[in-house]
């Protein structure tokens, strides 16, 4: 039986995210120090000011209101894993398919406020409305379609921003030197002028580097990890529909599990073995 209620998605810190700007700013800023440097020689709230400023600016340029506000929201991804188990999945829809094949698939209709997953609920409701197999299949595959090209979208907003930020950075560097060349007449002033000039560089460079970039690719991963999730929720209840016996059902859906350990055609293996699964059915 389903269980009363609704299994949300587990939040949890990202260590990797964590670890990974601080072992970068560490080493970065331990090898100032060790070479003789101090961290207020890149302490400078104008230089930051130019590169975050200029970045935001010229990616607001080129990005759709929806898109930069759907960018925003997705910014705590990078630092959050929102995410439930493929195993808890696998179980929570083999009880739908268990309570299907002894009650009927109408049944599930009492369960659908408890299923907190939309994708899940939306694609267990057209099937207790008894809508075609394969109707059901091309609506759920087309949200999946829609939310995929969202996420690219997304995505591209903060590979945007890493190619924008480092010139950016120079533009403040360019900046920094056109106020050093008018006091060329104190060379101690000048070369200390020169020196701060670069900073903006230095964080149009690391920010690109250390986050703008990082961050693309961890929301393409996040984006990824949630297609699979809802292929496998869509293969779940095609089964379902179908009147596939749960124990099958259970092999079917465990061919995501095993496609997350493999490298390379991640999104391929999956598929392949739920049909081969059907076949053997």
Known sequence: MADSKPKKASTRPDLATLGGLLLAAGGIL????????K???IAQVTALMIVLGGTIGAVMVTTPLRTLIKAAKCLGSVFFEHSQEPAEMI????????????NSIISLEADLPNIADPFLRKAISLSVDGTDLQELR???ELDIGMEHRGGEAVVK?????????PTIGIIGAVLGLIQVMKHLENIEEVGRGIAVAFVATVYGV???NLFFLPAANKIKARFHHAMEAKELMLEGVCSIVEGMNPKLIRVKLEAFTQGESESGSKSKAPKQAAQAAVAQS
């Open 30 to 37: 331990g090898g100032l120090v060790l070479e003789g440097g």
């Open 39 to 41: 961290l207020t020689d």
């Open 91 to 102: 179980e929570e829809i083999i009880s739908y398919a268990t309570k299907a094949r002894k």
């Open 138 to 140: 091309k609506m759920m």
């Open 157 to 165: 907003v903060y590979e945007a921003a890493g190619g924008y930020s």
């Open 206 to 208: 690391a920010s690109a």
